[in-house]
């Protein structure tokens, strides 16, 4: 009967380092060579990945953030309500945690309707206390090469963990931004 209990006890103890080993080894996400085949800007679509560079002058990449939620924000430095916006990212973002959500905006003209360049980005995280999410320089020509559809500022997109755009909204309302962050972080990540 011991004899019994004991290679019960070892073929459960095999099956659980198997699961373990297994586990570790799953393929991890690669913004390269994301596992689907198309992007687009979209509800229900990926949407397609970019890089910009930072206010410290870095390059940023959308799809390094898989795994978060995206609070995507498309302002302007002489939008009043993109002003307002800007100056909750970081209570926004220690609300949910930085290892939950990244809040990026993307600053498509600076005061004078041209585009950002470093120091306006520098400007723009200084005077509204952005230390937590990374302001990121664009431009009109960026928007049309991109899939977003931009018709006021600001304009809001959201992606959950799965790099899924989930929707977005238009103008600066802290409720339905709260709301959407909220949603999204009860969805379950299904790692696709």
């Avoid at 003209?109 to 200084?126: I, M, V």
């Avoid at 302001?135 to 559809?149: I, M, P, W």
Wanted: charged content about 20%.
């Amino acid at each position: 009967m011991n004899e019994k209990k004991y290679l019960i006890r070892l073929i459960i103890l095999a099956l659980v380092a198997c699961a373990f080993l297994l586990s570790s080894c799953a393929p991890k996400f690669n913004p390269d060579k994301p596992p689907w085949d198309v992007c687009y800007g979209m509800s229900g679509e990926h949407p397609c990945d970019f890089t910009l560079k930072d206010q410290d002058g870095n390059d940023v990449r959308l799809y390094d953030y898989y795994g978060k939620v995206v609070i995507l924000d498309f302002s302007t430095m002489w939008c009043g309500p993109c002003q307002s916006a800007a100056r909750s990212i970081d209570s926004t973002i220690e609300k949910y945690g930085e290892e939950n959500v990244a809040y990026i905006t993307v600053l498509i003209e600076n005061s004078f309707g041209k585009d950002p360049d470093t120091r306006d980005l520098q400007y723009w995280a200084q005077q509204n206390g952005i230390t937590l999410g990374p302001v990121l320089g664009g431009s009109r020509g960026f928007l049309a090469t991109s899939d977003f559809q931009i018709t006021a500022w600001p304009t809001f997109f959201f992606i959950d963990r799965n790099m899924v755009l989930q929707g977005g909204t238009i103008g600066f309302n802290s409720y339905v931004i709260d709301q959407s962050i909220s949603k999204l972080l009860e969805e379950p990540d299904t790692g696709n």
